[in-house]
Nanobody
């Protein structure tokens, strides 16, 4: 199947920056939408940003102008550049993709990474 592995999380001071990466591997026919979600304990998982295969993007209002999502289709990788970080951005960030596995013809599935912790604190 398809596996997603996130990297780049950690501790950063308010106003600082982090860049998250997520690489997809396994038996992949084609990846369509890729996205980043985040979740605070006890809260629902919310969309941060998504990006279509052709590059169209959408952002949560809370991160517009400060976060940038991008992807490299040749590497099956999606990135999230996070600038001007605020304490309320502290959460576990999850990578998502909608994809057609190479072993399943004519169907798409949602795949999730295991998450990476981002903590914004002084």
């Amino acid at each position: 199947q398809v596996q997603l592995v996130e990297s780049g999380g950690g501790l950063v001071q308010p106003g600082g920056s982090l860049r998250l990466s997520c690489a997809a591997s396994g038996s992949i026919f084609r990846i369509y939408t890729m996205a980043w979600y985040r979740q605070i304990p006890g809260k629902q998982r919310d969309l941060v940003a998504n990006i279509a295969r052709g590059g169209n993007t959408n952002y949560a209002d809370s991160v517009k102008g400060r976060f940038t999502i991008s992807r490299d289709n040749a590497k099956n990788t999606v990135y999230l550049q996070m600038n001007s970080l605020r304490p309320e951005a502290t959460a576990v960030y999850y990578c998502y993709c909608n994809a057609s596995p190479g072993t399943v013809v004519g169907a798409t599935f949602a795949f999730w990474g295991q998450g990476t912790q981002v903590t914004v604190s002084s």
